[in-house]
Structure formats: C-alpha cells, structure tokens
C-alpha cells in the first residue's frame, strides 16, 4: 500500500481505483441473480417467439400466438430491467479492503477499522444461523464481522487469518 492508511485504500477503493498490494472483499448482489434469470427468459421467450413467427404456416395465421409470446417477451425484459426506483434505493455494497497493516470496512455498525497487531484471536460463530466472525482485540474487546455475505467469504477468513498470524502471537 506504499504508506496508504486504511482510510485511504478504502476511499481509493470505493472510487474504483485498487491499490496495490490490497485485497478487496465486495459484497454480493442479490438482486443480480433475479436480473440474470428474467434476462435469460426474456432471450429465449424472443427467440422462440421469432423462431413461431418465421416457421408459420401462411395458410394458417397464428397472430394472437405470435402477439401473445411477444408480450410475454417484452414483460420478461422489462422485470430484468432495474426501475429508477430501486437505482435510487440502491445503498452502496459493503466493501472490505485488506492492506498489509490491516483491514477496514463500512458495514451496520459504520466504519471499522483494525490493525493486525490489535487483533489477537479470530473465531467463527453462528448468530441467528449466520455465519460471523469474531475478532479479539488486544484490550479484551470481541467485535462482530458478518464476512458471510462477502463474495469469496472463505478466501476472507484465510487472507484475515494470514494477516493476523504474521502479527499476533496466537491465532484461535
């Protein structure tokens, strides 16, 4: 990170630029499979729709068929596109950015920031059956990170792990 704070990877990171030597954890998208699915039959509804409409028997007219599946096509495309509404609605991804000196995030509780040498164990827990990670601090403090819902959540704990080992004397 060339003597960048976590701060400053972090808002690095948000404006699209990654430091080197920083891993970034994002959120995942739920509402990106929903898109991709009614995408997906939006395609298939138009091809088999195009496909009726240039096969069709002249001598026998199918235009309330050809009318229907087209219809049907261009609702599938309309639920795969975001309305404006949930554009604005749409709240920025948590973001955690791993830097060599220590990580950070803007999740629930607002922006946290640690340092590997403040961190001297790392536990799994299930709260509410989500998975959570709990980090000990050096002054006898446990801090909760939901990583479940970070894409790659077990390359988190491994990089966190790694992170804390070169620092810490014991890792739980």
């Known amino acids: 990170m060339n003597g960048m704070t976590n701060v400053e990877a972090l808002m690095s990171v948000e404006a699209g630029r990654v430091?080197?030597?920083v891993r970034v954890f994002v959120e995942r998208d739920e509402?990106?499979?929903?898109?991709?699915?009614?995408?997906?039959?939006?395609?298939l509804l138009g091809g088999v729709t195009c496909f009726v409409a240039a096969t069709a028997d002249r001598s026998r007219d199918m235009p309330y068929e050809i009318g229907l599946m087209a219809v049907f096509t261009v609702f599938?495309?309309?639920?795969?596109?975001?309305?404006?509404?949930?554009?604005?609605?749409?709240?920025?991804?948590?973001?955690?950015?791993?830097?060599?000196?220590?990580?950070?995030?803007r999740d629930a509780f607002g922006l946290r920031n640690w340092h590997f040498d403040e961190i001297v164990s790392?536990?799994?827990?299930?709260?509410d059956g989500v998975p959570h990670l709990v980090l000990g601090d050096r002054f006898g403090k446990e801090h909760l990170l939901d990583h479940s819902n970070f894409e790659n959540a077990e390359a988190l704990c491994d990089v966190l792990r790694a992170g804390i080992a070169r620092h810490a004397i014991a890792v739980v």
């Open 19 to 21: 430091p080197e030597g």
């Open 31 to 43: 509402e990106a499979g929903r898109y991709r699915v009614w995408g997906a039959l939006s395609l």
């Open 76 to 105: 599938a495309l309309i639920m795969a596109t975001p309305t404006t509404e949930e554009k604005a609605a749409e709240r920025r991804r948590r973001v955690l950015v791993v830097g060599q000196e220590g990580f950070i995030t």
């Open 122 to 127: 790392l536990a799994l827990c299930s709260l």
